[in-house]
C-alpha cells in the first residue's frame, strides 16, 4: 500500500515558472524523502527532512514539511527545461525501508 | 551512479521460465533493495536485504526470492516467471534502511511473454 500520496499526478509549466508538488502520507514518520527520475534512469535523491524540521532548502529547491496535516511540498523556483522529470516522496515509517508515492510528472516547456 | 550495476538491462522471456536479475554495488553499503516500478504505481517494494544471508520481505514478494551471499551482489529470482511481472526493476543501496538516501541503478527492463 502506498504511504505517500503526491499532488497533482502531472503538471505542466513554463520554463521560468515556479513548480509545487504535493505529498501526502498516512501515518507518522521519521523522514520524508525527495527524489527525481529522469525517463529511463533510476531516482536521484534531491532532499530529506527529519520530522522534526519544517522547511529546508536545497540550491533551487525548498522542502517544507507539516506533520500536523502529514504533508509535504517540494517547491522548484525558476525552472528549466532540464528540471523535466518524474518527482517521487518517499517516507519512512518507523527504520523500515523507504515507502514510495505514485510520483509527479512535470513536464517544463522552453 | 553511485557504483551499483543492475545486469541484464533489458531482458524479455517466456512465461514459466526462471529468470534472475543481478545487483552489483561498489559502495559497501549494507542495505540493498529490490524495487519494481509499474504505470499506476509507482515504486514498491518487493524484497530488501540488511546484511550477507538477511533478507526480508516487501510489499510485493509472492513470486519472488533473493539472495545475498557478499555484500557486493544481491540477486532477485523469479522462479517461474508470470506476464504480471512485467516491470522495470530496481535496485537500490543505503547505509541505512530509512534515515539516509537511497542510491538507484538504472533499472532492469523485464518483458514476459
Known amino acids: 500500500s502506498q504511504q505517500g500520496e503526491e499532488d497533482p499526478q502531472a503538471l505542466s509549466i513554463q520554463e521560468g515558472e515556479n513548480a509545487t508538488m504535493n505529498c501526502s502520507y498516512k501515518?507518522?514518520?521519521?523522514?520524508l524523502q525527495w527524489y527525481r527520475q529522469n525517463s529511463g534512469r533510476g531516482l536521484v535523491h534531491l532532499i530529506l527532512?527529519?520530522?522534526?524540521?519544517r522547511e529546508k532548502h536545497s540550491g533551487r529547491l525548498r522542502v517544507t514539511l507539516d506533520t500536523s496535516k502529514k504533508s509535504s511540498s517540494l517547491l522548484i523556483t525558476a525552472s528549466r527545461a532540464a528540471d523535466t522529470a518524474s518527482y517521487f516522496c518517499?517516507?519512512?515509517?518507523?527504520?523500515?525501508?523507504?515507502?514510495f508515492g505514485k510520483g509527479t510528472r512535470l513536464s517544463v516547456i522552453a | 551512479d553511485a557504483g551499483i550495476t543492475q545486469s541484464p538491462r533489458h531482458k524479455v522471456t517466456e512465461t514459466g521460465t526462471p529468470v534472475t536479475l543481478r545487483c552489483h554495488q561498489t559502495?559497501?553499503?549494507?542495505?540493498m533493495y529490490w524495487y519494481r516500478q509499474d504505470p499506476g504505481h509507482g515504486l514498491r517494494l518487493i524484497h530488501y536485504?540488511?546484511?550477507?544471508?538477511?533478507?526480508d520481505k516487501g510489499e510485493v514478494s509472492d513470486g519472488y526470492s533473493v539472495s545475498r551471499s557478499k555484500t557486493e551482489d544481491f540477486l532477485l529470482t523469479l522462479e517461474s516467471a508470470t506476464s504480471s511481472q512485467t516491470s522495470v526493476y530496481f535496485c537500490?543501496?543505503?547505509?541505512?534502511?530509512?534515515?539516509?538516501?537511497?542510491?538507484f541503478g538504472n533499472g532492469t527492463r523485464l518483458t514476459v511473454t
Open positions: 537500490a543501496i543505503s547505509e541505512s534502511p530509512g534515515s539516509s538516501p537511497l542510491h
Open positions: 501515518t507518522s514518520i521519521n523522514n
Open positions: 527532512i527529519r520530522s522534526n524540521e
Open positions: 518517499a517516507t519512512e515509517p518507523g527504520n523500515t525501508p523507504l515507502v
Open positions: 559502495e559497501n553499503h549494507r542495505y
Open positions: 536485504s540488511y546484511g550477507v544471508k538477511d533478507t
